[in-house]
């Protein structure tokens, strides 16, 4: 038999049988070099590593690795196809289904809300449809059992981990709304895999196997990411991160049983456990800085809320948004009173109503500080509700009378991720004017001479927290108002009487003195003198004013309230 050897000057030189197998033997021609030889070849020149004459003459461990790959046994993937049977028929037994899908699957809100990391590792490994199990095994008895020969069990075991926490990963950020279930992730990890391999190492396949994997297995790989595409119920994300991460994996590993790449094997799977521990880790810690939030408005504050919350009722009959997980609860709310409250009163009056409705209302910590200018109270409380021990953190601005309040609350096992998205949600709060005040700013720019504009305008203003500007307007509208003169003093000393501090006690007597048979401006009056301390002095305009309208209630009512110190 003759031997054809190409060399790399293209020159090519004939050898005899037993000159091609000493040379063979000696490593002068390696598995790259380009032989001839008429009875196998035909008349092309092949790497020499890929003719199966060659297989005993080349290095005992290329010898080896085409023996596994021919006849090596998948244990791996025949455990990781076994667990997953399994698992599909322990969910037939009733309830477990619902726990599997509870605990197990990959879910953004389970995952950055409360930590439960393991969701990228467990959801692949999960089916609850005959026809989800039998594609998916399919693909990874194929795949996997041919990249377990090539590539290596251990290999194989960590391109199959990263593959499936890849595709969970890129499906949580990119759907992170939608759960999602199962081992296409890994499997298309593996199928990425095996086109990789082919292509890097295609000299060291058997010809039997050679066309299982490069080009040959490029159309399993493409044709299902194709059908995928298709349907909005296939997590295709998922599948482009399982690809991602099984290329990777392919193009840093080199096959096992090579001395020469022992090593690099080792630190490559390493790394790769590490990076997955890490990642997990950080996910774990970082979670709730992940959530994404969107604005919200409510009444003159602007908010955030995580975007895949659902709108509902909390625990405080206020309208708010409730996590997926059904853990936790935003409640973002404006509530309007005829006066101001001040932070103290308003802070009680939410407490109270927390009272009313939880048990073992506990204050950890509270402070005051402002929010654009106006002032407000930081509350951090404890209760238990339903047996469950929980933890709220609770944000009250207030702002002339009105009361902006934002709360969030959980279970307390969960607190500390709870307070790292109140701290999130509370820092994008920012107060802006009410529409009420837009719309009556509006007006008197439209008609600056109405006083009825001005005067609603100065009751906007005031109701807002702009004490100064409703002063002015009702000012404004004053000489305007004619014979209506009354209603606008009135409008003015219900101003004083919600911001005492801004009170002329000549004005007031004066206001009096000038319209004392107007039950409403000796009401106002009478407010201002018991804001200001005087209550003898409102006392004594209420009774007399009741002698000259005995059924008037408001003025009933507002001697009660001085009679009892709380106007």
């Known amino acids: 038999m003759i031997v ?24 002068l021609l390696g598995p790259e070099t380009l032989v001839r030889v008429e009875a196998v070849t035909g008349r092309r020149f092949r790497p020499l590593g890929t003719l199966e004459l060659a297989e005993p003459l080349i290095d005992p461990e290329q010898r080896l690795y085409r023996q596994r790959v021919r006849y090596a046994a998948p244990l791996v993937t025949a455990a990781l196809v076994g667990v997953q049977v399994r698992l599909y028929l322990w969910s037939k037994v009733p309830g477990v289904d619902v726990w599997l899908v509870d605990h197990l699957t990959n879910w953004a809100p389970a995952a950055l809300e409360l930590g439960e990391v393991h969701r990228l590792v467990t959801y692949g490994f999960l089916h609850l449809s005959f026809t989800h199990l039998a594609l998916n095994m399919l693909f990874l008895a194929w795949a996997g059992a041919n990249l377990e020969r090539a590539l290596g069990r251990r290999n194989l075991l960590s391109v199959w981990m990263v593959s499936v926490v890849a595709g969970g990963a890129l499906s949580l950020w990119m759907s992170p709304g939608r759960p999602s279930l199962g081992a296409s992730g890994g499997d298309f990890g593996l199928l990425a895999a095996a086109v990789i391999f082919g292509w890097k190492h295609e000299e060291l396949l058997p010809d039997s196997t050679r066309r299982q994997f490069g080009w040959g297995a490029l159309p399993y790989l493409i044709y299902p990411l194709l059908i995928g595409l298709q349907s909005e119920a296939v997590d295709n994300w998922g599948h482009l991160g399982g690809l991602l991460g099984g290329a990777v994996m392919a193009t840093l590993l080199n096959p096992e049983g090579f001395t020469q790449h022992t090593a690099s094997n080792r630190r490559t799977r390493r790394l790769a456990l590490l ?99 106006w002032p407000a109270q930081r509350v ?9 021990s929980q933890r709220m953190h609770a944000l009250i601005i207030t702002r002339g009378a009105f009361v902006h309040r934002v709360h969030l609350h959980g279970p307390s096992a969960y607190s500390a991720r709870i307070s790292a998205l109140a701290e999130r949600a509370f ?47 009702f000012d404004t509208a004053m000489p305007l108002a004619g014979p209506r003169r009354a209603r606008v003093a009135a409008g003015l000393l219900e101003l004083w009487a919600d911001y005492a501090e801004a009170a002329e006690p000549a004005r007031v007597e004066a206001l009096l003195q000038e319209h004392p048979d107007d039950p409403r401006v000796v009401h106002a009056a009478a407010m201002v003198y018991a804001a200001l301390g005087e209550r003898a ?31």
């Open 537 to 567: 002095r409102a006392e004594s305009l209420l009774l007399a004013a009741l002698d000259v309208w005995p059924n008037d209630v408001p003025l009933r009512r507002a001697l009660e309230a001085v009679e009892r110190g709380d106007p």
């Open 275 to 373: 990076s997955l521990g890490l990642g997990l880790g950080a996910l774990r810690l970082v979670g709730p800085q992940l959530v994404v939030l969107e604005p919200l408005v409510s009444s003159g504050l602007i908010a955030s809320r995580p975007s895949a919350w659902r709108e509902g009722w909390a625990f405080t009959d206020d309208r708010g948004w409730l996590s997926p997980t059904d853990k936790t609860a935003l409640v973002v709310t404006t509530r309007s009173y005829e006066r101001p409250p001040g932070p103290a009163t308003a802070t009680k009056a939410f407490l109270d109503q927390l009272d009313d409705r939880a048990s073992g209302l506990a204050v950890v910590r509270q402070s005051s500080f402002t929010r654009d200018g």
């Open 380 to 388: 951090e409380l404890t209760f238990m509700l339903g047996g469950v």
């Open 427 to 473: 820092a994008e709060i920012r107060v802006t004017e009410p529409e009420s005040l837009t719309l009556a700013r509006d007006a008197v720019r439209r008609d600056p001479g109405s006083w009825l504009a001005l005067v609603e305008l100065g009751e906007q203003a005031g109701h807002a927290g702009f004490s100064d500007e409703a002063e002015r307007a």
């Open 4 to 27: 054809e050897i190409r060399g790399a000057d293209g020159k090519t030189e004939r050898l005899t049988q037993a000159q091609f197998e000493e040379q063979v033997r000696d490593g």
